[in-house]
């Protein structure tokens, strides 16, 4: 069973950084999409930054040149670095993989519990 552990989150001042990380165990074959959701108080879970396996990316236009996604293909884990936290950034966060089981076509998407991050102004 797929399993995804994320670390990272924290209390931190407006202007602050920090990097969550999600490593995932149990995946019987590969890896491809990986990225990272927000969830903020009262409101859905949105897309903030995805990574193929290849290592192309796309971000949520409120955070471009402020966080950065990465991945380490050997070691299955991704991670978001945040730099110039805002207010606005606080919520949960939540990581998420899609796998291809070897010798399956089909994909399946599994997802971290979620770490919180609390950006205050």
């Known amino acids: 069973q797929v399993q995804l552990v994320e670390s990272g989150g924290g209390l931190v001042q407006a202007g602050g950084s920090l990097r969550l990380s999600c490593a995932v165990s149990?995946?019987?074959?590969?890896?491809?999409?990986m990225a990272w959701y927000h969830q903020a108080p009262g409101k859905q879970r949105e897309l903030v930054a995805a990574?193929?396996?290849?290592?192309?990316?796309n971000y949520a236009d409120s955070v471009k040149g402020r966080f950065t996604i990465s991945r380490d293909n050997a070691k299955n884990t991704v991670f978001l670095q945040m730099i110039s936290l805002k207010p606005e950034d606080t919520g949960v966060y939540y990581c998420?993989?899609?796998?291809?089981?070897?010798?399956?076509?089909?994909?399946?998407?599994?997802w971290g519990q979620g770490t919180q991050v609390t950006v205050s102004s």
């Open positions: 990574i193929t396996s290849g290592g192309r990316t």
């Open positions: 998420h993989a899609r796998e291809r089981p070897r010798g399956e076509i089909a994909e399946y998407d599994f």
């Open positions: 149990g995946s019987t074959g590969s890896i491809n999409r």
